[in-house]
């Protein structure tokens, strides 16, 4: 398993927008690109981390191609509410023991 850390510094005034638009995005590329989820993590006022699980480092590395046209809309969406978004790390999963809704 393969795991991807990223970081949002959202605009003020822009945070449900950004939200909204995180958990659209994320429902379909669990849907048409195989990963395998992703928690959002408020860290301070403006920046929010995801923590975004996949099968292993080459889907991830591959995915996008698959999702549908309004896919693109909210990727735009996400990225006018951000004034920044990082990918902070890129992880190998040795082991995992988080329980699953």
């Known amino acids: 398993m393969f795991a991807v850390i990223y970081s949002f510094h959202v605009k003020s005034g822009q945070e449900k927008k950004f939200v909204?638009?995180?958990?659209?995005l994320?429902?379909?590329?669990?849907?048409?690109?195989?990963g395998l989820g992703s928690r959002l993590?408020?860290?301070?006022?403006?920046?929010?981390?995801?923590?975004?699980?996949?099968?292993?480092?080459?889907?991830?590395?591959n995915a996008g191609s698959n999702l549908p046209d309004k896919a693109n809309n909210i990727r735009q969406n996400m990225k006018t509410s951000c004034e920044t978004i990082k990918t902070v790390y890129e992880l190998d999963v040795i082991d995992d023991l988080l329980k699953f809704n």
């Open 20 to 24: 909204k638009a995180w958990k659209e």
């Open 41 to 61: 993590h408020k860290h301070t006022k403006q920046e929010y981390i995801a923590y975004a699980q996949w099968p292993d480092r080459i889907t991830w590395a």
């Open 26 to 34: 994320t429902k379909l590329i669990y849907k048409f690109e195989n």
